[in-house]
């Protein structure tokens, strides 16, 4: 394993200097829309312009020596076998992701502060919490550099089906395979606290249960109180608006 953290790290360095270091570090302004999916490719790609000096570069390579329990990724063929990333691209998010978190992985809570920088007029927690589960697979409490590029390759190159399943993974909180009109309005609610005073016009307290309601009306075919992947599925693909919003990242990176 450790032939492969070091391996991936060699064609890092030799990607880095043969393309130069602005897309690994590259970060979309503060006023961006992009969307969840660019925000979380800058979540990790968005390091520092400076150079870290040499005592900061002993100081993390000592930290890692020292640590009992350090994450090593997957060797670089077979990531590139599991995602729809090229080498190249994927050497550029191991560097950006290597850079944020030097363990190897990234915790519930960093990545809370990481991602609530974007949206500082409201509060992110929550919202990041639900969408941080949802890159947690495996749900051992943190998410690994294979955690994320998987998770990316489906919201940046993923089908349409890919994508509407991961979505319906993001709103089945408890993973029960449905989702309860509780679970949608706790997505829900945490998107409009995230938003904040952006909204407009300002929203009223009941607002988000009525948005719930008139999803299932939509979704929940059979009328059982519950919204099936099949009947998620199914909704959505015959929602315009829905469908546009699946296409809207496919030429991000």
Known sequence: MEKNLD???????????????????????????????ARLKKLFLCSSTKAPSISTQSNVEDELELSAVRHRPEALELLEAQTRFSRKELQILYRGFKNECPSGVVNEDTFKEIYSQFFPQGDASTYAHFLFDAFDTDHNGSVSFEDFVMGLSILLRGTVQEKLNWAFNLYDINKDGYITKEEM?????????MMGRCTYPTLKEETPRQHVEIFFQKM???????????????????????????????NVI
Not at 7 to 33: E, F, M, Q, Y
Not at 230 to 235: A, L, P, T
């Open 7 to 37: 391996s991936i790290s060699s064609r890092v360095d030799s990607s880095s200097s043969s393309s130069g270091r602005t897309k690994g570090n590259a970060c979309l302004p503060n006023g961006s829309r992009r969307g969840v999916t």
């Open 185 to 193: 309005l706790d997505i829900i609610k945490s998107i409009y606290d």
């Open 220 to 250: 929940d075919k059979n009328r059982d109180g519950v919204v099936t992947i099949d009947e998620f599925i199914d909704c959505c693909q015959n929602d315009e608006n829905i469908m546009r919003s699946m296409q809207l990242f496919e």
